[in-house]
């Protein structure tokens, strides 16, 4: 194969395209920064999935006429009037009707009620056991028993209710290395926690299958209380 470095990495390039992808570029950056000031969005902190749609479309009109020549400019900002409008309009009957917002936006999620994971959300598609174990851990959460309500937001951000000292129960931990001493066959009567739905119970020695979800791993439980 043979191939052309210089029509990779160089291409037409000269003086006055280079001046004139500056230009380009200070203009269309000027532009976006109006838009998402029109926009009403007051910060990028954590966007629904919604307004990652509308930034990708904002940022695919805005990138071409950038570099490219044979894009003028005002086609761009045509698709910028068009995207505001349509964000504009949605936001309004988002605002007016709690199902469509729903629809737009998706709906916060239980994740963790009464120190155990709600049956069911280990299927739902947009939960990530990994994740989730990591945000928990980002706020020194060190097992499912501290925890009375967890709640996954649209934005994806997870919003805890804990449990006061008194009221902590038994619950599974999720520190890797508490976490990845699984057992399918218990070995000495304890207190143990189900891997799968966070069930937490006294077992016997030998194999047990959990009485809430019917699976079978097994992590030993404990019972600190939150320190910080
Ligand atoms: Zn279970």
Redesign the pocket.
């Known amino acids: 194969m043979n191939l052309n470095w210089n029509e990779i990495f160089v291409g037409e390039l000269n003086i006055s395209y280079i001046t004139e992808i500056f230009i380009r570029t200070i203009i269309m950056f000027i532009l976006v920064l109006v838009i998402l000031r029109l926009s009403g969005k007051k910060g990028v902190r954590q966007l629904s999935l919604f307004e990652v749609a509308i930034i990708i479309a904002l940022g695919s009109a805005a990138g071409d006429p950038m570099f490219n020549q044979e894009n003028p400019i005002l086609p761009s900002v045509i698709v910028f009037a068009i995207i505001i409008i349509i964000y504009r309009i949605i936001t309004y009957f988002a605002s007016k009707s709690e199902k469509f917002e729903d629809l737009v936006e998706g709906e916060p999620l239980y994740v963790i009620e009464e120190g155990q994971f709600v049956l069911g959300i280990k299927n739902d598609h947009t939960f990530a056991k990994d994740e989730f174990f990591a945000e928990m851990r980002q706020e020194s959460i060190e097992h499912l028993g501290q925890v009375k309500t967890a709640i996954l937001e649209t934005t994806g951000n997870i919003s805890f209710y804990y449990f006061s000292d008194e009221e902590v129960v038994y619950g599974l931990p999720v520190l890797p290395k508490a976490y990845n001493k699984k057992l399918t066959t218990i070995v000495y009567e304890d207190m143990y926690s189900?891997t799968?739905?966070?069930?937490s119970t006294l077992l016997q020695k030998g194999p047990n299958d959990?009485k809430?979800?019917?699976?079978n791993e097994w992590v030993k439980a404990i019972k600190t209380v939150r320190t910080i």
Do not use: I, T, V
Not at 196 to 199: A, K, L, P, R, V
Not at 212 to 215: D, P, T
């Open positions: 189900c799968y739905c966070g069930n959990c809430r979800c019917n699976h």
